[in-house]
C-alpha cells in the first residue's frame, strides 16, 4: 500500500530457542533486555504511549474500573498518536467484566453515510484510485468511537466523561514532545497533510514535519473533548462538532489549489450512529478458551479458524521451521476464507459457525501442504458446517485487498479482575488526512476497508460497516483468565495475534519473547511478508529452504500489547520493545 516511506527500523530479535516448557505453562526466563514490562498486582496497563498508560493509570488509582481507565488511556492516545487512531475513527473493545465472568464487545466501527452505494469506488467501471481515495472526503465514514466509548462507560464503567477525559485534557494543552517516531510518521503523511490547510497547520512547519523535541499542543483537540466533557456524546454527534465534520466532509479543507473528492455524509448520518454490543466469538485451543472479536471484524474468526486447523498438529514437538510453516499455511487458508466470506452481519450472512466450527476444520485441514510452503488457495466450503439451509450463494472470491497499517491496540485490567482489550483506528496511518478545522483531529478513511470492485459480501452499502480486521483477543483457562493481545497492522493483525498466541502456548515462550520475536505474515499470497532484519537470519533461511518467499517490507508488523494473568494472582503488563518506537506498560502495585 501507498505509505511508501514506512520505515521503522528494526533490528529484529531472532529468537531460535525454544523453551521446553509445556504447552500452555511459557516459562519464565530472562526478560527480552528493552521490553516495557511490569509485573505486580491492582491494575496493569500496556500501551504503545507513556502518555496513554499513564492517563489510564491515573484514573485505575482515583477508583475507576478498566473500562473507565480504558477510555482514559484511549483519549490520550488520540492525542499522542494522532495518526493511528481518535475521535475521528471507530473501533472495537473487547470487555471481561470479573463478577459476571463475561466478555462483551463494543462494536463502534464506522458506518457508511446513507448516500454511499456499492459503485462508489468505481469509475467508468473500474475501481477508482485507492491512494487518491484515501486522501479525500470520499473515504470518510460515520465516526463510531465516542459512541463506543459512551456505551462502553455508561454500561460498564464507574466514571463520566468529564472524569476520564481530565488527563487527556491536559496532554493536549499543555503539549507532548515530538519523538523520533512520531517525526517520521508526519514525514510519512507530509504529502496528504500538505493537500488540507487545517493539517499542515496542526502537524507540520512550513510544510515540514515538526522537528524532534517539539512540543506538540492541540487545543482544538482540547476543546472538542472539554465539549464532550460537558455535554456528553450529543456533543459529537449532533452539536457543533457534528456541524464541522459534516462541513469538512461537504467541502475538504484543502490548501490553496488542491482538488480532493467531496464526500457526502449528513447530520442525520451522525445522529444516528449506533455503537453494538456483540457478542464475541469463540474457539478453544490446547486447554485455553480463546474468544475474538465478531462481525463485522475478521479478527477473531480468521484466528480461531487458524487454530482449529494448527490443533492438529503437536507443533511444540517438530522443528522450529515446521512448526512456523504449518502456522503460515494455517493463515493462509483462513485467509482464504475471510477474503470470500466475511463482512458486515447486518447485511452479509456469512457462514461463522461453519468456519469456526472443529469438522470444518478438520476438512480444511486436509488440504494444507504440510512439506512446502504452498501455493494461493481458494476459499473452502463451510456451508455443510453451517447448519443452516438458508445458505446465499456461494462467493468464491478471494482476492486480496490492498491494506494499510495503522491503528492502536491497548490492554487495561483492574483490582477486580475487569480487563479491556482494545484496538481502534483512523485506517491507514494519518486516515483521511483532513483535520476538522477547529477540533484537532483526523478524519478516518475507513471506507476503503471496503472491496471496490463490485459484487462482493464488502461491497459499500449505505450503513454498512467495512470489515475489519481488528482482533482484540482474551484467553482463559479453567474458566479464569489467562492472557489479553492484540495488535495494530490491518490484516496483519490477524497474522501478528495468531503467531504471537502460538509462539505463548505452543513454544511456551513468556509473553516478552513471544511479542519480540520477528513476525511473519502469510495471507494467502505467494510471499510472505518479514520485517526489516529477518532476511538471511538462520530462521529465515529454514524456512527458505521450505520454499519460502519472503516480500520484505520497510517497517516492522503490529505493535502489540498484552496483560498475562499469572497463576500466583499477579499480573505481567508487556508493550513492545522496539517496533512503533517503544511501548509503555505499568502495574499498579509493583512486585519489585
Ligand atoms: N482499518 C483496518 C481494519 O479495520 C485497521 C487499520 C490498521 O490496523 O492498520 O482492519
Known sequence: MSHAARRFALACTIVLIVPAGHAGSPV??????????ASGSGGAVATISEQASQSAMAILDKGGNAIDAAVAAAATLGVTDPY?????????????????????????????????TPTVFQENGKESNLDATIASAASVGVPGTVRGWHEALSRYGTMSFKQVLAPAIGVASKGFPVRENFNRMSADNQKKFQL??????????????????????????????????????????????ARAIVDAVARPPVAAGVRVRAGAMSMADLANYEARIRQPVRTTYRGYEIVGMPLPSSGGIAIGEALN????????????????????????????????????????????????????????????????????????????????????????????LADNAHTTHLAVSDKEGN??????????????????????????????????????????????????????????????????????????????????????????MPMDKAINAPRLSQRNDATTEIEPGFAGSAQALALEKLGYKWAARPEEIGAANA???????????????KRHGVGSALVQKSAN
Not at 519464565?28 to 514490562?37: D, S, Y
Not at 501478528?496 to 502456548?505: A, D, K, M
Open 28 to 37: 519464565a526466563g530472562t526478560p527480552v533486555a528493552g521490553t516495557p514490562m
Open 84 to 116: 493511528s487512531c481518535g475521535i475521528g475513527g471507530g473501533g472495537f473493545m473487547m470487555i471481561y467484566l470479573a463478577k459476571d465472568k463475561r466478555v462483551i464487545t463494543v462494536d463502534h466501527r464506522e458506518t457508511a453515510p446513507g448516500k454511499i
Open 196 to 241: 488540507f490547510a487545517s493539517s499542515s497547520a496542526l502537524f507540520l512547519k512550513d510544510g515540514k514535519p515538526l522537528a524532534v523535541g517539539t512540543v506538540l499542543k492541540n487545543p482544538g483537540l482540547a476543546k472538542a473533548y472539554r465539549e464532550l466533557a460537558a455535554q456528553g456524546q450529543k456533543a459529537f454527534y449532533q452539536g457543533p462538532i
Open 309 to 400: 486447523l494448527l490443533e492438529g498438529y503437536n507443533l511444540k514437538a517438530l522443528p522450529r521451521a515446521s512448526a512456523e510453516h504449518l502456522t503460515m499455511e494455517a493463515s493462509r487458508l483462513s485467509f482464504a476464507d475471510r477474503n470470500a466470506y466475511l463482512a458486515d452481519p447486518e447485511y452479509v450472512d456469512a457462514p461463522v459457525a461453519g468456519l469456526l466450527s472443529k469438522e470444518y476444520a478438520a476438512r480444511r485441514r486436509t488440504q494444507m501442504n504440510l512439506e512446502r510452503a504452498g501455493p494461493k488457495v481458494l476459499a473452502g466450503d463451510p456451508y455443510p458446517f453451517q447448519n443452516d439451509p438458508s445458505v446465499p450463494q456461494r462467493p468464491q472470491a478471494t482476492r486480496l
Open 419 to 508: 480487563i479491556v482489550a482494545y484496538t481502534f483506528t483512523i485506517e491507514s496511518w494519518g486516515g483521511s488526512g483532513i483535520v476538522v478545522p477547529g477540533y484537532g483531529f483526523l478524519l478516518n478513511n475507513e471506507m476503503t476497508d471496503f472491496d471496490f470492485s463490485g459484487p462482493h459480501p464488502n461491497v459499500p452499502e449505505a450503513g454498512k460497516r467495512p470489515r475489519s480486521s481488528m482482533a482484540p483477543t482474551m484467553a482463559f483457562k479453567n474458566g479464569k483468565p489467562a492472557f489479553t493481545i492484540g495488535s495494530p497492522g490491518g490484516a496483519t493483525i490477524i497474522t501478528t495475534v495468531l503467531q504471537t498466541i502460538v509462539n505463548h502456548v505452543d513454544f511456551g
Open 563 to 577: 496483560i498475562v494473568f499469572n497463576a500466583d494472582g499477579t499480573v505481567t503488563a508487556v508493550s513492545e520493545g
